[in-house]
């Protein structure tokens, strides 16, 4: 039996979305105990989303749709203006037509991007802090950048005061008790070689944020393969989870043979759907898994590391036995982290 579907079926859950039936076995997680997202002692479990906004209006998301903050200038509005924000809440919690991991999680929106993307990281390290004293259970970051550190257009120090500040505040998130996961990256490099990210320029370049502290993620396919686009790494990257690709027959190289079903559906802004695909797609599922987990237990009642450790060791383990570079700990599963 599936857990409560929404009145109109769940269509495009049933037929479309491979993603979610991959990390909730098809639903099944969604009656185990916390398993929608739903807390035993009745508390909303929150994720807060810093991205692009979300479409608070979205038939989809309204009825989960906690609160939302700007923290772009000129921008006060939560409101979606790209599509990102609303495609990563939706796979964290939609309840619809298209279902997230955990249906009745909550989702708020952080706002860090205008219309035209490109955040400060001081925008996003302020998010992150107000997330952690408005008391959200979970943060999810599909953002992310590469500091060059020789870049000859900032002095070095600056560039590792940006690091800083954006460690910080994620230190300061999960010391409140906010488990805060993030995505890899798409640009399908080691993200172990710094030198490999610079290219022809000199020196190293950096994943940010890449904390420890964190729960960094790789993204697979529905064959349950990396994903061609997906960063990887010893020690950079902790799980993987389906970010969706284009499919068996595609070549990266010459673009053919792409399939669009494989990417990830989820909500887009005005009430539609769509299809994306990327770590950034991959993050938010993990999120949303730490938001069941931590359902199940009961807000406030389990650590980030607790919930970080529940994920790894309730992985799938997928390529090589044990710990590898390109799925981490192993690919996430909703069934095995809930018994």
């Known amino acids: 039996m599936e857990a409560d579907l929404p009145l109109n079926g769940a269509d495009l859950y049933n037929s479309l979305q491979w993603d979610i039936k991959q990390v909730t076995n098809d639903g099944a997680s969604w009656n185990l105990p916390g398993g929608t997202g739903k807390a ?11 991205d692009t ?20 200038p000129g921008y006060p509005d939560p409101m979606d ?10 796979s964290i919690a939609a309840k619809g037509r298209t279902m997230g991991v955990g249906p009745d999680l909550k989702v708020a929106a952080y706002r860090v991007f205008g219309p035209e993307g490109g955040a400060a990281t001081s925008h996003i390290a302020e998010a992150l802090m107000t997330a952690a004293d408005d008391n959200v259970d ?11 550190f020789q870049n000859p257009e900032y002095a070095t ?16 998130a999960i010391q409140k008790g906010v488990t805060v996961v993030g995505s890899a990256g798409n ?12 290219g022809s320029d000199n020196g ?6 890449s904390s420890q502290l964190m729960i960094r993620v790789s993204a697979g396919g529905a064959l349950k393969n990396l994903a061609f686009y997906s960063n990887y790494g010893v020690g950079k990257i902790d799980v993987m989870a389906p970010g969706g690709d284009l499919g068996p027959n595609y070549d990266p190289n010459t673009g053919t043979g792409r399939d669009n079903t494989y990417l990830a559906l989820a909500t887009i802004p005005g009430g539609g759907y769509g299809y994306k695909g990327g770590t950034s797609m991959a993050a938010p599922k993990v999120a949303a898994l730490a938001g069941v987990i931590i359902a199940k237990h009961g807000k406030d009642n389990i650590s980030p590391a607790q919930v970080k450790h529940i994920i790894q060791t309730s992985s799938e ?23």
């Open 187 to 198: 640009n399908a490099v080691d993200l172990k070689s710094p030198g490999q990210l610079s």
């Open 53 to 72: 906004g979300i479409d608070y209006n979205h038939p989809d998301l309204k009825g989960n749709y906690a609160y939302g903050k700007s923290f772009v």
């Open 40 to 50: 035993a002692d009745g508390k909303d479990i929150v994720v807060g989303v810093i």
């Open 317 to 339: 383990d997928i390529f090589k036995p044990g710990y590898d570079e390109q799925s981490g700990h192993g690919l996430i599963n909703a069934v095995n982290a809930l018994k």
């Open 138 to 148: 979970v943060v999810n970051m599909s953002l992310g950048g590469y500091d060059w």
């Open 81 to 90: 203006e790209n599509s990102h924000g609303t495609h990563v809440a939706g």
């Open 204 to 209: 190293a370049t950096h994943r940010s944020p």
């Open 157 to 172: 120090k600056d560039t590792v005061a940006d690091v800083q500040m954006f460690n910080r505040a994620i230190k300061y």
